[in-house]
């Protein structure tokens, strides 16, 4: 992992990131702030809005310390992001469950894929996509970035589509739910499938109880165990395609490898609870901080340019998705 003195252009003193990590710290807390005045709206979701409102007002010496915390950050809050799950949860969701979560993000991921090159936007952004509504949003974008040629503009605005149709199904999932007659195990499954960021799993299942909010969270972060095998194969593809100049990429990165062994330690049974509270609240910080830094480096001007093509793709992603996680689980028994 990169450290801590290394920023993308080389090796600088700590005094040069200082500027770029305060404004993060800054985001960070404002972020906070106004998720606790206004709890139905994601930190997360908080932080790259207001990085997209500010970053062009942010003075030049920040730059450096915003690409080091985005990209440490997203990978430090991927690994951490490993203690949510033990594989005891995943296997207690039965085989027709974990079937469908498998079958979800396969046919999400390859289907936007297609539906990117239909719709004309370039071969990083719909990657992008793909990769964030198909598996966990802003995370997994980030994992994928580091095995792909995406350039920051498309990860940036992946980001911001997947926070926006994330943010806009915590209303639809339960609403259809409800006009659906589902259970709440139903409508968490659902939710679980269907729904890009954890946060946002929560917030759409919620309506429904904890019992809906217990299923959506495990069925959401198993479809986050698929992260580490499509980042792999996404990985394999981008060796074969280089032109044996160049660095090349990392089949498995190593915060992807952390992420599983996170996984591993929570298996055993051995983690207080409290180490769980304390790297659950980490982890939003961290992600937090990271978006604000990636929603720092969109310009407006060139999102909206390129904006209307990613906007009909993050709809068409959304609904199949949706579609796609009410049929699985209708073939599981639901």
């Known amino acids: 992992m990169t450290t801590a003195l290394q920023t993308t252009s080389g090796h600088a003193p700590a005094a040069r ?10 985001g960070t807390a404002v972020a906070f702030a106004l998720h606790h005045l206004m709890p139905v709206v994601s930190a997360l979701t908080v932080a790259v809005v207001l990085g997209v409102l500010v970053g062009g007002l942010l003075p030049a010496n920040t730059q450096d310390g915003m690409r080091w915390a985005t990209r440490s950050f997203l990978r430090l809050g991927v690994v951490l992001l490993g203690l949510q799950l033990a594989f005891g949860q995943v296997l207690a969701l039965g085989p027709g469950t974990v079937v469908a979560v498998v079958v ?37 974008i ?30 639809f999932v339960p609403a259809l739910g409800g006009l659906l007659g589902m259970s709440p195990e139903h409508l968490g499954a659902w939710a679980g499938l269907s729904v890009h960021e954890v946060a946002q799993v929560v ?3 919620s309506p429904a109880g904890a019992a809906a909010v217990g299923i959506a969270v495990v069925v959401k972060l198993t479809r986050v165990l698929m992260l580490a095998p499509m980042v792999a194969a996404v990985g394999v593809g981008q060796r074969r395609r280089g032109d044996g100049t160049g660095a090349r990429p990392p089949i498995v990165p190593a915060f ?28 939003t910080l961290l992600f937090a901080g990271a978006l604000f830094g990636l929603g720092a480096n969109v310009r407006l001007a060139a999102l909206l340019r390129s904006g209307r093509r990613g906007l009909v793709l993050g709809a068409l992603s959304t609904v199949l998705v949706a ?12």
């Open 104 to 140: 979800t993000v396969l046919v999400t991921f390859c289907g936007t894929l297609l539906l990117g090159r239909l719709v004309g936007v370039s071969r990083g952004l719909r990657l992008m996509v793909a990769t964030g509504f198909s598996i966990c949003g802003a995370s997994a």
């Open 17 to 26: 990131l200082a500027p770029g990590l305060l404004a993060v710290a800054a």
């Open 256 to 283: 992807v490898v952390g992420f599983l062994v996170m996984v591993g330690v929570r298996s055993t049974g051995f983690v207080p609870t409290t180490v769980l509270d304390i790297g659950q609240v980490a982890t």
């Open 142 to 171: 980030a994992a994928m970035d580091s095995v792909s040629d995406a350039d920051k503009e498309d990860v940036a605005t992946a980001v911001t589509l997947v926070t926006l149709f994330g943010s806009a199904a915590i209303a």
């Open 323 to 334: 579609v796609v996680g009410l049929a699985v689980l209708a073939a599981a028994g639901y």
């Open 203 to 205: 917030a759409a299942a």
